[in-house]
């Protein structure tokens, strides 16, 4: 494998502009957004430079509590460190993106909702000989998915593409900035009526 210096693409300063332009979008209103790009020059000069020399590190997860209709615990990263996260994926998605299933569509360039549910109603009218019979769908969720995922395993997973003890180390960081609050435990009550 083609062993790229992917490390230094990640903090290259036009990947960063675009990081952030990406980062920011649809969130121009918010006060931690107003807030970077008061110097927004500067604040990515600078998280250029923590990447270049090695010393960057996450900022500390916010968490808050999500009802919509379900409850959950979200994990919010500060704004700088989600220009990160979209730093790491502009260099690294075309290496992973041919490496997944036609149908996986979350996160995925061309593959939101809408192609998601077309290929459902292929499969669908496959399934049921064109509406003429009867099929069923399981609708499935992962409890606390993201918080479950083996960090080891994962990290060798990505040993396969990426040869660079920098960038394996920076995605560690990222990948080890967890909440240190615990999850609430569920409770759950039976309603018979």
């Given at each position: 494998m083609k062993n790229n210096n992917y490390y230094s693409e990640i903090y290259n300063l036009s990947n960063l502009l675009l990081a952030w332009r990406k980062a920011r979008k649809?969130?121009?209103?918010?006060?931690?957004?107003?807030?970077?790009?008061?110097?927004?020059?500067?604040n990515l000069l600078l998280l250029h430079e923590e990447l270049k020399?090695?010393?960057?590190?996450?900022?500390?997860?916010?968490?808050f509590i999500l009802r919509d209709p379900k409850t959950r615990t979200i994990s919010k990263s500060a704004?700088?460190?989600?220009?990160?996260?979209?730093?790491?994926?502009?260099?690294l998605e075309p290496i992973f993106d041919k490496t997944f299933i036609y149908d996986s569509c979350a996160n995925r360039k061309n593959k939101g909702n809408l192609f998601a549910l077309k290929r459902f109603e292929k499969y669908?009218?496959?399934?049921?000989?064109?509406?003429?019979?009867?099929?069923?769908?399981?609708?499935?969720?992962?409890?606390h998915y993201f918080q479950e995922v083996d960090r080891d395993i994962l990290i060798k997973?990505?040993?396969?593409?990426?040869?660079?003890?920098?960038?394996?180390?920076?995605?560690?960081?990222?990948?080890?900035?967890?909440?240190?609050?615990?999850?609430?435990?569920?409770?759950?009550?039976?309603?018979?009526?």
């Amino acid at each position: 494998m083609k062993n790229n210096n992917y490390y230094s693409e990640i903090y290259n300063l036009s990947n960063l502009l675009l990081a952030w332009r990406k980062a920011r979008k649809g969130k121009t209103k918010k006060i931690y957004v107003r807030e970077f790009e008061k110097d927004v020059i500067g604040n990515l000069l600078l998280l250029h430079e923590e990447l270049k020399n090695k010393t960057y590190f996450p900022n500390k997860l916010k968490i808050f509590i999500l009802r919509d209709p379900k409850t959950r615990t979200i994990s919010k990263s500060a704004f700088r460190d989600r220009i990160m996260h979209h730093a790491i994926v502009n260099i690294l998605e075309p290496i992973f993106d041919k490496t997944f299933i036609y149908d996986s569509c979350a996160n995925r360039k061309n593959k939101g909702n809408l192609f998601a549910l077309k290929r459902f109603e292929k499969y669908q009218m496959k399934a049921t000989n064109n509406l003429k019979s009867e099929s069923f769908c399981l609708k499935a969720d992962i409890k606390h998915y993201f918080q479950e995922v083996d960090r080891d395993i994962l990290i060798k997973i990505l040993r396969r593409k990426i040869k660079e003890d920098n960038l394996i180390s920076l995605i560690e960081k990222i990948l080890g900035n967890n909440a240190t609050q615990e999850r609430e435990r569920e409770t759950r009550t039976n309603f018979y009526i």
